[in-house]
């Protein structure tokens, strides 16, 4: 059964892509035959950061987000009398998400520069 499920979440998202890229490929060729300048594909296209600055970036705040989380964790876990169960996997996952959120403010901050 998980392998029949496996294989329908795959096809479903090559037939996304495969869908998306034969579209914009017909499309793009149908605008050629008709003399069209090809500078417009390109028109919406602005310079931004590299995309390895930018994985890099989130990858590390994210993985800073969760060392800060276990730190506050544990020292939640010692100084009260909170669950440990809950209180590790709610901090952990707090912190990495504020990490990726202040990774994203900085990735707008690398877009203008």
Known sequence: MEV???GIVFGSVFGVFYLYFSTRNKERLALIEKGV???IFM????QTAPIWKVL???FALLLMGIGVGVFIASLLDSLTTLNEDA????TIFFMAGLGLFFGFNM???LDKE
């Open 107 to 109: 990735t707008k901050n």
């Open 56 to 58: 890099i970036l989130n």
């Open 43 to 46: 028109k919406g296209r602005q």
């Open 37 to 39: 300048d090809a500078s």
């Open 4 to 6: 029949i499920i496996i």
């Open 87 to 90: 209180v590790y996997p709610a």
